[in-house]
């Protein structure tokens, strides 16, 4: 896993094909839902069209999108390949962005994790023990 995320864990997951599987902004999740609705025909459909318009979205090499869109998707892969890749990126997104049904104790173990990690806004300052702020002089005093 390479990259940072939203906030704090990995953003992308690399594949032993050169691709990697990026993780979707909310906004991106509802443009693939909609995509695949006007690609899917039929009830059966749906769940195919579905996982390849999250992969037009989420499957990338060298920054760059590998599809222009689901029908390319379904147009270059396999069903077996689409539901393969699916399968991955959900598997990477519930393990960065975990969920009320993964358990208190993980969420926790997380949380302990995220918050001990250095963030580049800080450039190292925050790295260090918290002390009380020094006493302002001037106004108020």
Request: proline letters at 5%.
């Amino acid at each position: 896993m390479e990259g940072n995320s939203f906030l704090y864990g990995a953003e992308r997951l690399a594949l032993e094909d050169g691709t990697c599987l990026r993780l979707l902004s909310a906004w991106e999740a509802l443009e693939a839902h909609r995509e695949a609705e006007a690609l899917a025909q039929g009830g059966k459909e749906r769940a195919l069209c579905a996982n390849a318009c999250l992969l037009a979205r989420a499957l990338e090499r060298d920054g760059a999108p590998v599809f222009e869109s689901g029908a390319a998707v379904l147009a270059g892969l396999t069903p077996r390949r689409i539901g393969a890749l699916a399968r991955q990126w959900a598997e990477f997104d519930r393990e960065e962005n975990p969920g009320a049904g993964d358990g208190e104790e993980r969420c926790q173990a997380l949380k302990k994790a995220w918050s001990t990690r250095r963030r580049s806004a800080c450039a190292g300052a925050c790295s260090g023990p918290l002390e009380p702020c020094p006493p302002k002089s001037g106004f108020g005093q």
